[in-house]
Nanobody
Framework: QVQLVESGGGLVQAGGSLRLSCAASGSTFSKRRMGWFRQAPGKEREFVAA????????WYADSVKGRFTISRDNTKNTVYLQMNSLKPEDTAVYSC???????????????????WGQGTQVTVSS
């Protein structure tokens, strides 16, 4: 089992920045691909970013490319999402997720992630 706990959400003005963290339990963190997803009120959950188990590969949704950066520290069992130039449309509950220890080829489908955190609210005011 893997437990994930997000932190770092909050209220920020448009153009501002936030850094989300996701701390994972267990000894297999370094073997799992990690992802960030978000869900706004009345909308479907959507992929934001993902990072390979080693951190050598990253993937982003077009809507956040160039503004958000995903990273991980396998010595701390933590994955981060640095969010810059935030827009009101970035307002959502952000959740981190982990795949099984042999990650599937796809990286943006929520169904391919086996473990999920509770989420942290990010609100961007205009």
């Amino acid at each position: 089992q893997v437990q994930l706990v997000e932190s770092g959400g909050g209220l920020v003005q448009a153009g501002g920045s936030l850094r989300l963290s996701c701390a994972a339990s267990g000894s297999t963190f370094s073997k799992r691909r990690m992802g960030w997803f978000r869900q706004a009120p009345g909308k479907e959950r959507e992929f934001v970013a993902a990072i390979s188990s080693s951190g050598g590969s990253t993937w982003y949704a077009d809507s956040v490319k160039g503004r958000f950066t995903i990273s991980r520290d396998n010595t701390k069992n933590t994955v981060y999402l640095q969010m810059n130039s935030l827009k009101p449309e970035d307002t959502a509950v952000y959740s981190c997720a982990a795949t099984r220890t042999v990650p599937p080829a796809r990286f943006s489908l929520a169904a391919d992630y086996d473990y999920w955190g509770q989420g942290t609210q990010v609100t961007v005011s205009s």
